[in-house]
């Protein structure tokens, strides 16, 4: 019998990323909420799993040759659960690096752009003109790119992969990065095709409900504060 995968998560683009993926590849998991705004993230058993004090992080009790298996940083999570299940990453090595790419793309282009864009423009205790100019212009041109590219195909890498559900989730808060969805009809399409999905749906509301717009000093501190030098 299969036994259910932990997941160590809040309701972030980075979560949200890996309760997609298990929604959508039908894998049993247990929930174990990481309240980052109240500093779960510092705790020893976390830190064990996850030593950057990020989350998502998994526990897989049968991972590699049935032996307990735990992972962090969600690229690496999605890549694992695509192999385990056999799904939304192609066999074939042109193809599977295709998507590879376009995952690295998130990872390395879009949820760190996109994330300051958010920050600068959404979170920043002072508004820095440099800052938001700078990271606003960035999220346009990664914008662009993927625009582009959905252009020409239906998914980001061809067909839906772990690629678009990498990317999905940073895309939501558009208007937040000074994006207007309206500006890239490719993307537009592709993230409304995305957004009706039954799985996609469900992995989103996964703690809705605990996400929160304001954020107190406690919470500010737990995140962008002292305590993540402190605590480390």
């Known amino acids: 019998m299969t036994q259910p995968i932990d997941l160590y998560y809040w309701a972030t683009p980075n979560g949200w990323k890996i ?37 998502p992080a998994i526990v897989d009790p049968q991972g590699f040759e049935g032996q307990p298996l735990s992972l962090f ?97 940073w895309i939501i808060s558009h208007e937040k990065q000074g994006q207007n969805l309206a500006d890239y009809p490719h993307l537009q399409r592709w993230f409304e095709a995305i957004n009706q999905r039954p799985a996609v749906q469900r992995g989103l509301a996964l703690l809705s409900e605990k996400r929160v717009s304001n954020m107190d000093e406690k919470a500010r501190d737990a995140l962008f504060g002292s305590r993540q030098l402190d605590q480390r």
């Not at 997609?20 to 909420?33: F, R, S």
């Not at 694992?80 to 790419?101: E, N, S, W």
């Open 19 to 55: 309760s997609i993926m298990l929604e959508e590849t039908e894998t049993p998991y247990n929930l174990i909420p990481v309240d980052i705004t109240a500093g779960d993230q510092f705790k020893p058993d976390f830190l064990a799993i996850s030593p950057n004090n990020k989350m």
């Open 73 to 169: 940083e969600s690229g690496a999570i999605l890549l694992y659960l695509a192999d385990k299940t056999g799904q939304f990453i192609p066999k074939q090595p042109r193809d599977r690096y295709a998507v590879i790419q376009w995952l690295m793309f998130q990872m390395g282009g879009v949820g760190p752009m996109l994330g300051q864009a958010h920050h600068f423009r959404q979170y920043a205790p002072e508004k820095i003109p440099y800052a938001i100019n700078r990271y606003t212009n960035e999220a346009t041109r990664l914008y662009r790119v993927l625009d582009k590219q959905l252009s020409q195909v239906e998914y980001v890498a061809g067909e839906y992969s772990i690629a678009d559900i990498a990317i999905f989730p």
